[in-house]
């Protein structure tokens, strides 16, 4: 007998669903991309706030406010308010975004089917899996370096590989990284839940260590380095853009883990908690320690590994370098790695599982740092840092994320009014089309305005402020374009939140 599809509406609004045999023999469906059953959703608002401090907790977040003062002209003070800022405005397009994964447990691709296409969600995925990757292989990078100066503390032959260290560093840590994220979600909210206080203790335990060696007074009192009498509005909405772009990311994907959610007051509350203060508090921890690294090694360090290299004590250096791989995987599990898998797997479900997705992760992770890898093994001359080339990212990425951040809000909310024909969106030729139209015209007008801005010098303010600019034109465009080419769909099943009672099956 075939078997067909059920659902069952709880308490909270969620929605589990029994997919039949006509969605499981599907081209475009496999168990890892399927919707998430209640015996799956085990995440409280604690797991969520934890997976936020265990992702917020890592080097580039140490480095966010070295990263405003010299690339973009901020004071201290103003560097830790935009982050802080920053991070608040982020809640916005996270939270909302994370409605459809909690209350169908569908993740990131699926969601995106319905305002991209079956088969169009395909580009939008493949942009944010590029992101994924190379920020993968940035952390990989970092976390690579602590191995090798572990390695080098507990052997000392092994220090003299140098450069040849950190590369095989490198290859380790992503292994690691690689392991757990195979091992599933439950692996991955295992690990963010017991990384979470740890590293806020070590945080904290850092922060006093530090405090008595630098003033604040005299840091917050530092001139900028913008040029003398320039208005700060230009400078601080850029560097605003650049710390609302560090997360962009996460505001796409938010679906893979809130599919998981138990409420979406569990989602909502945990990411509050979360991440706003965890970044500012990380971020302003990077700061004092840069500062007091004049007094504690005789030099101004701004790299928290090396940093801690400079330390004359093996037994705080070992500790130190665990702590800091400890930070650095749950960082890149959860951020760098989740959503390549399951981007990859849209690609083609039956032929794609979450290990191909992770190995595919990996693949590409370590073909953009090529470049990188080849420089520390000696065989090319250095050239552009680590630091340069993300911070440099933040802007550039944010204009192409945005777009898809407030295409995702507007179709859910305002177009399909919160329901989803969630069986289709696992089918062809069902209740969604295989490309939606409106969702590449909203998502082709603000990164056309980009490379104008980018090529041209005019509009550059549109580049400038890229995640801000793209986010809003990408919504108004797809809301004007839906209305107009009437890309809603209107036939086929009725969307499953809409189903009389009597249809759903329980």
Same mark, same amino acid.
């Given at each position: 007998m075939?078997k067909?599809?059920?659902?069952?509406?709880?308490r909270?609004?969620?929605?589990e669903?029994?997919v039949g045999d006509?969605?499981r023999?599907?081209?475009r469906?496999?168990?890892d991309?399927a919707?998430?059953? +209640?015996?799956?959703?085990?995440?409280?608002?604690w797991?969520?706030a934890?997976?936020?401090v265990g992702?917020?907790i890592?080097?580039?977040t140490y480095?966010?406010?070295?990263?405003l003062?010299a690339y973009?002209?901020?004071s201290?003070?103003?560097?830790?308010f935009?982050?802080?800022?920053a991070?608040? *405005?982020v809640?916005?397009?996270l939270?909302?975004?994370?409605?459809p994964g909690?209350?169908?447990?569908i993740?990131?691709?699926?969601?995106?089917?319905?305002?991209?296409g079956?088969?169009g969600?395909n580009?939008?995925c493949l942009?944010?899996a590029?992101?994924?990757?190379g920020w993968f292989?940035?952390?990989t990078?970092?976390?690579g370096?602590a191995i090798h100066?572990l390695?080098s503390?507990?052997?000392?032959?092994?220090?003299a590989?140098?450069g040849?260290?950190e590369?095989?560093?490198f290859f380790?840590?992503? %292994?690691?990284?690689l392991?757990?994220v195979?091992r599933?979600a439950?692996?991955?909210k295992?690990?963010?839940?017991?990384?979470?206080?740890?590293?806020? %203790?070590?945080?904290i335990?850092l922060?006093v260590?530090?405090?008595?060696?630098t003033s604040?007074?005299?840091l917050l009192a530092q001139?900028?380095?913008?040029?003398?009498?320039?208005?700060?509005?230009?400078?601080?909405f850029?560097?605003?853009?650049a710390?609302?772009?560090f997360?962009?990311t996460?505001?796409?994907? *938010?679906?893979?883990?809130?599919?998981? %959610?138990?409420?979406?007051k569990?989602?909502?509350?945990?990411q509050v908690?979360g991440l706003?203060l965890?970044?500012f508090?990380f971020?302003s921890?990077?700061?004092v320690? =840069?500062?007091a690294?004049e007094?504690?090694v005789?030099?101004t360090v701004?790299?928290?590994?090396?940093?801690?290299?400079y330390?004359?004590s093996?037994?705080?250096v070992?500790l130190?370098?665990?702590?800091i791989?400890i930070?650095?995987?749950?960082?890149? =599990?959860?951020?760098n790695?989740?959503?390549?898998?399951?981007d990859?797997q849209?690609i083609?479900?039956k032929? *794609?599982?979450?290990t191909?997705g992770?190995l595919?992760?990996g693949?590409v992770?370590?073909?953009?740092?090529?470049?990188?890898?080849l420089?520390?093994?000696?065989?090319i001359?250095?050239?552009?840092s680590?630091?340069?080339m993300?911070s440099n990212?933040?802007?550039?990425?944010?204009?192409?994320?945005?777009p898809i951040?407030?295409i995702?809000a507007?179709?859910?909310?305002?177009?399909?009014?919160?329901?989803l024909?969630?069986p289709?969106?696992?089918?062809?030729?069902h209740?969604?089309? +295989?490309?939606?139209?409106?969702?590449?015209i909203?998502f082709?007008?603000?990164? +056309?305005?980009?490379?104008i %801005?980018?090529? =041209?010098?005019?509009m550059?303010w549109?580049y400038?402020?890229?995640?801000?600019?793209g986010?809003a034109?990408g919504a108004?465009?797809?809301?004007?374009?839906?209305q107009?080419?009437a890309?809603?769909?209107m +036939?086929?099943p009725?969307?499953v939140?809409?189903r009389?009672p009597?249809?759903?099956?329980?």
């Open positions: 075939t067909t599809t059920s659902q069952m509406v709880d909270e609004g969620l929605i669903l029994d006509d969605v023999d599907s081209s469906f496999n168990k991309i919707p998430t059953q +209640a015996s799956e959703r085990t995440w409280t608002k797991n969520i934890a997976l936020w992702m917020a890592c080097v580039p480095t966010l406010g070295g990263v003062t973009f002209g901020l201290v003070g103003e560097a830790l935009a982050i802080l800022l991070n608040v *405005i809640l916005i397009p939270t909302l975004n994370a409605f909690t209350k169908f447990g993740p990131f691709p699926v969601v995106l089917r319905s305002s991209f079956i088969f969600s580009v939008p942009v944010r590029l992101v994924g990757c292989g940035i952390q990078m970092f976390g370096l100066l390695l503390e507990l052997i000392p032959a092994w220090a590989l140098g040849v260290g590369v095989i560093g380790v840590f992503g %292994a690691m990284n392991y757990v195979i599933g439950e692996s991955i295992w690990l963010e839940t017991l990384a979470a206080p740890l590293l806020l %203790a070590v945080g335990g922060m260590w530090a405090w008595p060696h604040m007074t005299e001139p900028p380095s913008r040029p003398e009498g320039a208005s700060v509005y230009g400078y601080f850029a560097g605003l853009t710390m609302v772009g997360w962009a996460l505001s796409l994907n *938010i679906p893979d883990f809130s599919r998981f %959610a138990k409420s979406q569990d989602q909502i509350v945990g908690i706003p965890t970044m508090f971020a921890l990077g700061v320690m =840069t500062a690294s007094t504690l005789g030099q701004a790299d928290p590994v090396r940093l801690i290299g330390i004359d093996p037994f705080w070992v130190a370098m665990l702590l791989i930070a650095t995987i749950s960082t890149n =599990t959860a951020s790695i989740v959503s390549p898998t399951n990859f849209n083609a479900p032929m *794609i599982n979450q191909r992770v595919m992760t693949a992770g370590v073909l953009l740092m090529g470049y990188d890898l420089q520390k093994a000696g065989i001359p250095p050239g552009v680590l630091e340069q993300y990212w933040l802007l550039g990425y944010s204009s192409l994320l945005g951040a407030g995702m507007v179709d859910y909310f305002l177009i399909k009014k919160q329901c024909d969630v289709s969106l696992y089918m062809d030729n209740a969604y089309p +295989a490309v939606n139209i409106a969702g590449f909203a082709g007008v603000p990164v +056309a305005l980009t490379l %801005a980018l090529t =041209t010098g005019t550059y549109f400038d402020y890229g995640w801000f600019t986010s034109l108004i465009v797809y809301y004007i374009a839906s107009l080419l890309t809603a769909p +036939a086929g009725a969307p939140a809409d009389e009597s249809e759903q099956l329980p």
